[in-house]
């Protein structure tokens, strides 16, 4: 088979993440078309890579075939990715010099799916959150070219808010796959028993346990806030896209709390037109301030 061109791998992406309907497509609209199409080629990777791990082809090994990926990777800054997404990413990895040790840190961090399915402290679920999404948000910064250093700290506090928020949304998903990503230190604090959960019982421990997980969560978002306030206004306007999913994702929190968390019975989802309200927002609130900064 005739191997892609750069070009067709970047067109490859690009529709694999329009098609997707992600709640994070809205957040690319702002970019330059280069780092619009390297953000197009990170959301296409983790997507495939996860997909290894959720979604395993019939009769695929997903431990074999996350060491292709591992391969693959080392493939890309060899210069002999084979690949659709990889040939992109090959492009984009050396012009925005991502490291090789986040790709395979996120591996590592999908890899976990395999191996645990319950966590029993905050501490130990802390490192799949932060290989899981705070690695995508690090990635993030290489492709917005922020300068703070500071700018780390947000985009891990923000990756951790955002998959506290996922696992809030998708706590009856994941019960179907026999998985419980909140802490069993936490259900026995609020005595909710882990066979309730797999039930999908609704019950006034859980509404009291998934409070103080949301509340949790609502912390990494004033962490990457507190951050966020302090940095410049350049590597503000370099994060707008970042915010733009900030957004979005706590929209999600919120209708999971005002719902009155009622997340076993449908996934909690943003009408695509309200995301769009979001990134408008977002953008205009970032004009607004970056132009009052520069007139002080």
Known sequence: MTQMTPEEAHAYCTAKTKASGSNFFYSFFFLPRFRREAMYTVYTFCHEVD???????????PQEQLSKWRQEIKAVYQGTP????????????????IPEEYLQELVTGMEMDLTHTRYATFDDLYPYCYRVASI???????????????????????GVAFQLTNILRDVGADAERQRIYLPQEDLARFKY???QLLAKTYSPQFL???KFEAARAHEFYDKAQAVYSTLSPKDRRSLLAAE??????????????????????????????????IAIGCWLRTSFKNRWSAKS
């Open 51 to 61: 997909d290894t791990v959720d979604e395993p082809p019939p009769g695929t090994d």
């Open 82 to 97: 084979q690949y659709p997404v990889t040939i992109s990413l090959a492009e984009h990895v050396q012009r925005l010099s």
């Open 136 to 158: 995508v948000g690090l990635i993030c910064l290489k492709v917005f070219s922020t300068q703070d250093p500071r700018a780390q700290e947000y985009a891990i506090n923000l």
């Open 193 to 195: 028993t882990e066979p």
């Open 208 to 210: 009291e346990l998934m």
């Open 244 to 277: 733009i999913m900030r957004g979005v994702y706590y929209r999600i929190l919120t209708r999971i709390e005002t719902s009155n968390y009622a997340v076993y019975q449908s996934r909690i989802r943003i009408h695509p037109a309200k995301r769009i309200l």
